[in-house]
C-alpha cells in the first residue's frame, strides 16, 4: 500500500494534475469557462463526447492519499522535520477540501429591479432553473452605477437594500468588493442585468459553513514554510 | 445666445478653403503638450491623450506627431480627408458594411465616410460586443476607434474636457456659452479665443506663448504641475530607451577591454535599473496605487524585479552569464506590458471589481516575483543546455545551483501568491476559487515547477533532463501569464488585447524550436 506513496506517483499524479488542468483550460475557450467549470473541475467523472473520464476532484483525492502515504513513510518523525509535516498536512487537506468544494460547494444568484423583493435565490450555473429559500426577504430600495469622469466605465456598482423577516428589519450598503455579511450569508455584487430598460443588481449570496478553511489551511501552510526555513537556516540548532 | 459661443462656433468651421497656412514648428505643439485634460476617467496632459487617440485610430504606439495633428484638429484645421490614417485589420469588418475594399492596413477618412454617423458606429460597436473571434475583437476595436473619431468632431458629446479653472472641468465651448463666469475662467477663455485666431493666422510664436501661458495657469490652478510633468517625463523615457541600454551592455560584455568590463557592466545595470524604478515610481505617484494592479503592470513590476537580480549578480561577480539573462528579461519584458495596455492608456483608472487595494496588490506582487523567479529558472535551465551542447558537462554547477534555487523560490512565491490571490477572491467575489482561467494558469506553474522539482528527486531526470523541463517552464510561464488572457474568457479576459495572439504562439514555436534543436544535438551527440 505504501508503494502508492513514492514520489515516482507523487510525480505521475502532478503530470496528470497537469495535464487534465491544462486541457481543461483550453477548452474553457472553446466551450465557455462555465461549461468545463461544472463538468471537468467539479465532478469525479465526467463524460465527454460518451466516454466517462475523471476529473480533477478524483486526482485531488488521488494525491491527498499519495501524500498522506508518502509523509508517514518517508518523512522522519524529529522536530527538525516539524515544517514538512505541517506543509504536507496544509496540502493534504487543501486537496481535500478542494475535492469538498468542487462536489458539494453551491452558489446563488440573485438579480432584482430596484422596488423589488425575493425570498428566493437560483442556483448558479444548475442544468434548469433551481431556487433556495432563504431566511430573510432581500428588496432593493436604490441603485446606481456611478462613473470615472469623462468616460463610461464604471467605477462602483452601489446597491442600497432591505433586510426584513424573523424580526428584522435592516437597512444595508452593497458595493463591489464591500459585500454585506448577514446572519451567516454573504451577499456580493456580481453582475447587473437590464429589466425594462433599467439597471439591474445581481447578487451572488454563499452561505459556506466551510468558508474559513482556505484561510486557515493558507495560515497553516504558510506557518509550515516559515517553521521549515527556520529550522532549516544556516546556524540553527540540530 | 452669448456672443461668444457664436465667435467659437464660426472659428471651430473648417479653414482649410480659407488657404491657412499648414506644418506649424514643433515649438508650436510642445507648448501645448502640457494641458491638462480630462478624459477616460482622470486627468492627464494633452500629449497623453493625443498619442491614446492616435493609437486607437492609427495603431501608432508613441506616436511623435499626435500632439500637433490634435492640437491641429482643435484649433480647427480639418483633417486631410485622403490621407490614409484609420487601422483596420481585417477588410471584412467594412466589407459587412457595404464597403467593397480589399485587404490592407490603412483607410483614409474620404473612403470611411458612409461609416462616420453615429448610429452606424453604435450598430457596429454592438454588433461585434460578446463576439471573442478575432474578427470580432477587431471589430469591436475598430468601433471604439471610429467613436473616438466622432467624439472628436463633436467634442460636446465626448466627456473631453479641458480645465480652465479650478474645480471647473468645462469644454471652451461650455464655457463660452456660461454666465457668470469667474474672473479666471474668463482669462482662460480669452487665451484659448487669442490661441486659436493666432494658429488660424498662422502667427506661430504668439500662439505658442499663449498656450504656454494657458497651459501654465492651468496646471497651477489646479494643483497638477507636478503630476502633469511626472506623466511628459513618462512619456518621453519609452521602452526602447532600455533597449538601448541592454545593446550597450551586451557590448560592454563582449567587446570592452577585460579591467574595465565590470565597471561598464555594472554602470549600465545600475543605469537599467533606474530607468525601471522611475517607471514603477510614476507609476505609484500617478495613480496613487501599489506598482502592481493589473496585467500590464505586472510585466513592470517583473522586469524590475529581474533587473534587481541582475545588479545584485554583477555586483557579487558571481555569475556574468546569470546576469545578463537576468539583464535581459528585466529589459524585454516592460515591452509586453504596452503590448497589454487596454485601449492604449497605461494609467488607464481601474475596473469597478479592481477597485482595492490591499489584498490585491499582496495578491499580485507576491505571484509576480513568483513569476520572476520561473522566469529566471527557465531562461537558466535554457543557458544550461545551451552550455552543456558547447562544452560539454562540467563547469556547469553555479547555472544548475541557482535554477533549483529559482525553482524553489518560484514554486513558493506563486504558491503563496495563488492563496492570496484567494484571499482576495473570496473577499471581492465571494469565492476562494472558482476555476477561472488565470487561476488555473497558476496552478499550472504551481504542478509544473513542482513536477520538475519531483523529477530530479525521484531520479527520472538527472541535471540535464530536469534543466530541460525547467526550460519548457518559460512556455507554461508564458501560457499562464499572457496565453489566458487572450482566451476571452472568465473573469481576467480583462487584459486581453487584440492581436497578441501571434505574437503569443509565436514565442512558444521560436522556443520549441529551439528547445528541440538542443534535444536533438544531444541525442546526435
Redesign the interface.
Known amino acids: 500500500m505504501f508503494r502508492f506513496g ?3 506517483v ?2 505521475v499524479l ?2 496528470l ?2 495535464l487534465e ?2 486541457g ?3 477548452a ?2 472553446l466551450w ?2 462555465t461549461a ?2 461544472t463538468t471537468a ?2 465532478q469525479v467523472f465526467f463524460w465527454a463526447q460518451g466516454v466517462p473520464l475523471p476529473g480533477l476532484p478524483f486526482w485531488l483525492g488521488l494525491t491527498a492519499i499519495n501524500l498522506s502515504l508518502g509523509a508517514w513513510k518517508n518523512l522522519k518523525r524529529t522536530w527538525q522535520t516539524a515544517g514538512l509535516w505541517i506543509i504536507h498536512l496544509a496540502l493534504i487537506l487543501f486537496c481535500l477540501a ?1 475535492f469538498g ?1 468542487a462536489v458539494v ?1 453551491e ?1 446563488l444568484l440573485l438579480g432584482l429591479p430596484v422596488g423589488a423583493s425575493s425570498k428566493v435565490a437560483f442556483v448558479k450555473d444548475a442544468p434548469q432553473e433551481v431556487t433556495r429559500g432563504l431566511p430573510f426577504t432581500l428588496s432593493v430600495e436604490a441603485f446606481s452605477v456611478p ?11 452601489i446597491s442600497d437594500v432591505r433586510l426584513t423577516g424573523g424580526g428584522i428589519d435592516q437597512r444595508a450598503r452593497i458595493q ?2 464591500l ?1 454585506l455579511r448577514f446572519q451567516g450569508f ?1 451577499i ?1 455584487q ?1 453582475s447587473v442585468q437590464t429589466v425594462d430598460g433599467q439597471m439591474a443588481p445581481v447578487f ?1 449570496i ?1 452561505n459556506n459553513a466551510w ?1 474559513f478553511l ?2 486557515a489551511l ?1 495560515g497553516l ?2 506557518g509550515g ?1 516559515v517553521l521549515h526555513l527556520l529550522l532549516r537556516r544556516p546556524g540553527a540548532k540540530k | 445666445m452669448n456672443i461668444l459661443a457664436v465667435v467659437l462656433l464660426l472659428l471651430t468651421a473648417p479653414l482649410s478653403a480659407l488657404g491657412l497656412p499648414s506644418s506649424p514648428p514643433e515649438s508650436w505643439s510642445m507648448a501645448g503638450r502640457g494641458l491638462p485634460v480630462l478624459a477616460e476617467g482622470r486627468v492627464m496632459p494633452l500629449e497623453s491623450w493625443a498619442r491614446l487617440l492616435s493609437f486607437r485610430i492609427t495603431g501608432r504606439e508613441n506616436d511623435s506627431r499626435a500632439t500637433t495633428w490634435l492640437l491641429e484638429l482643435l484649433a480647427g484645421f480639418e483633417s486631410s480627408p485622403v490621407e490614409p490614417r484609420f487601422l483596420v485589420n481585417d477588410a471584412a469588418i467594412l466589407r459587412a458594411e457595404g464597403l467593397n475594399f480589399t485587404d490592407r492596413r490603412l483607410y483614409s477618412l474620404e473612403e470611411l465616410t458612409p461609416l462616420l454617423v453615429p448610429d452606424r458606429v453604435s450598430a457596429l460597436g454592438l454588433r461585434y460586443l460578446n463576439d471573442p473571434t478575432p474578427l470580432g475583437q477587431e471589430g469591436l476595436r475598430f468601433a471604439r476607434a471610429l467613436e473616438s473619431w466622432l467624439a472628436l468632431a463633436e467634442p460636446e458629446q465626448s466627456g473631453f474636457r479641458v480645465f480652465l479653472a479650478r474645480g471647473v472641468g468645462l469644454t471652451p465651448l461650455q464655457l463660452a456659452s456660461q454666465t457668470g463666469r469667474t474672473e479666471a475662467q474668463t482669462q482662460n477663455l480669452g487665451l484659448w479665443l487669442y490661441w486659436r485666431d493666432q494658429s488660424q493666422k498662422g502667427q506661430w510664436k504668439e500662439a505658442e506663448q499663449t498656450m504656454a501661458l494657458w497651459a501654465q495657469r492651468s496646471q497651477g490652478e489646479l494643483g497638477l504641475v507636478n503630476q502633469v510633468q511626472l506623466e511628459l517625463l513618462n512619456n518621453a523615457v519609452p521602452w526602447v530607451f532600455l533597449l538601448g541600454l541592454l545593446a550597450l551592455s551586451g557590448f560592454t560584455t563582449r567587446w570592452w577591454p577585460s579591467p574595465s568590463r565590470n565597471v561598464g557592466l555594472q554602470s549600465l545595470v545600475l543605469a537599467c535599473l533606474a530607468v525601471s524604478t522611475l517607471w514603477l515610481v510614476i507609476r505609484m505617484l500617478l495613480t496613487g496605487r501599489p506598482p502592481v494592479t493589473n496585467l500590464p503592470s505586472t510585466f513592470l513590476f517583473t522586469g524590475w524585479l529581474c533587473l534587481v537580480v541582475a545588479t545584485v549578480l554583477v555586483y557579487r561577480e558571481s555569475g556574468r552569464g546569470m546576469a545578463v539573462l537576468a539583464l535581459i528579461s528585466g529589459a524585454i519584458l516592460p515591452y509586453f506590458s504596452g503590448l497589454f495596455v487596454g485601449g492604449g492608456d497605461p494609467f488607464v483608472p481601474p475596473q469597478a471589481v479592481l477597485n482595492t487595494n490591499f489584498w490585491l496588490a499582496l495578491h499580485v506582487s507576491t505571484v509576480s516575483g513568483g513569476y520572476a523567479a520561473v522566469l529566471v529558472s527557465a531562461l537558466l535551465g535554457h543557458a544550461y543546455l545551451w552550455n552543456s551542447s558547447r562544452r560539454g558537462p562540467g563547469n556547469l554547477t553555479p547555472l544548475w545551483k541557482a535554477l533549483t534555487a529559482s525553482l524553489v523560490w518560484g514554486l513558493s512565491l506563486t504558491f503563496v501568491g495563488t492563496l492570496l490571490g484567494g484571499v482576495w477572491a473570496d473577499q471581492s467575489w465571494g469565492r476562494f476559487w472558482g476555476w477561472d482561467p488565470k487561476e488555473n494558469g497558476a496552478l499550472l506553474i504551481i504542478l509544473w515547477t513542482a513536477l520538475v522539482l519531483h523529477l530530479r528527486a525521484t531520479g527520472w531526470a538527472q541535471e540535464w533532463g530536469t534543466a530541460f523541463a525547467a526550460a519548457l517552464g518559460l512556455s507554461v510561464l508564458l501560457f499562464s501569464w499572457m496565453g489566458v488572457n487572450l482566451l476571452g474568457q472568465g473573469f481576467h479576459s480583462y487584459g486581453a488585447t487584440t492581436g497578441k495572439a501571434t505574437l503569443f504562439f509565436g514565442l512558444l514555436a521560436l522556443d520549441a524550436l529551439f528547445l528541440a534543436m538542443l534535444a536533438v544535438r544531444r541525442v546526435l551527440r
Not at chain 1, 462613473?147 to 456598482?157: L, Q, W
Request: charged share 10%.
Open positions: 513514492s514520489s515516482k507523487s510525480v502532478l503530470a494534475l497537469f488542468l491544462l481543461g483550460t483550453l474553457q475557450s465557455g469557462a468545463v467549470q473541475f467539479s478542494g468544494f460547494q452558489e462613473k470615472y469622469p469623462a468616460s463610461n466605465e464604471p467605477s462602483d456598482y463591489m468588493n459585500p454573504t456580493y456580481s451572488k454563499t468558508g482556505p484561510y493558507s501552510l504558510f514554510l
